[in-house]
T-cell receptor, first 117, second 112 residues
Framework: EAGVAQSPRYKIIEKRQSVAFWCNPI?????LYWYQQILGQGPKLLIQ????????DSQLPKDRFSAERLKGVDSTLKIQPAKLEDSAVYLC???????????????FGEGSRLTVL | EDQVTQSPEALRLQEGESSSLNCSYT??????LFWYRQDPGKGPEFLFT???AGEEKEKERLKATLTKKESFLHITAPKPEDSATYLC?????????????FGKGTLLTVNP
């Protein structure tokens, strides 16, 4: 079974530029998450989708970050304009759904490392 | 607000030297506590789910336990391949999204 795919793996940009990250979850997984992991920290949830609807975006800096999930499958996370403090690894994760006993068992991609200069 | 504190921040062991990692948490009603392993340059990998105080789960050299305030990840006779960052996360009851709140992790290094 293919895992969660993310691209690009690495991106270096200047502050005030824009960047986009792409995620393809495990086939059939209804729930998709974007997490931000700053060096030395645990992952922090940015946005959670159930199918193509947003469930939680309370920690997403909406003045610069946006995300969408196309047709309930792939997702794109965009940052515009980027700030120095956005330097982090952006992790995409998916899970089969939001109900049942295993809702905390997430499958993560390898992440996209962003460096903002 | 849910909070997770992991200790120590880093732990260095010799191969075969058993030890424990701690995860203390504050949550408004625990639905589940989760342990993940993260290798450098990789995303976290799920290890265990614990739902109630007194519960234990085992996998190879790892055993996770849960009390009402904390969880321990016991590592018995570790090997160098157990070196990784171990993350703890909690999920609260109620709400609509079953969000996970992660701790900062413990970086474990096992020397041969």
């Amino acid at each position: 079974e293919a895992g969660v795919a993310q691209s690009p793996r690495y991106k270096i940009i200047e502050k005030r530029q824009s960047v986009a990250f792409w995620c393809n979850p495990i086939s059939g997984h209804a729930t998709l998450y974007w997490y931000q992991q700053i060096l030395g920290q645990g992952p922090k949830l940015l946005i959670q989708f159930q199918n193509n609807g947003v469930v939680d975006d309370s920690q997403l800096p909406k003045d610069r970050f946006s995300a969408e999930r196309l047709k309930g499958v792939d997702s794109t996370l965009k940052i515009q304009p980027a700030k120095l403090e956005d330097s982090a690894v952006y992790l995409c994760a998916s899970s089969p759904g939001m109900r049942g006993p295993n809702t905390g068992e997430l499958f993560f991609g390898e992440g996209s490392r962003l460096t903002v200069l | 607000e849910d909070q997770v504190t992991q200790s120590p921040e880093a732990l260095r062991l010799q191969e075969g030297e058993s030890s424990s990692l701690n995860c203390s948490y504050t949550v408004s009603g625990l639905r589940g506590l989760f342990w993940y392993r993260q290798d450098p340059g990789k995303g976290p990998e799920f290890l265990f789910t614990l739902y109630s105080a007194g519960e234990e789960k085992e996998k190879e050299r790892l055993k996770a336990t849960l009390t009402k305030k904390e969880s321990f990840l016991h590592i018995t006779a570790p090997k160098p391949e157990d070196s990784a960052t171990y993350l703890c996360a909690v999920q609260a009851r109620g709400g609509s999204n079953y969000k996970l709140t992660f701790g900062k992790g413990t970086l474990l290094t096992v020397n041969p």
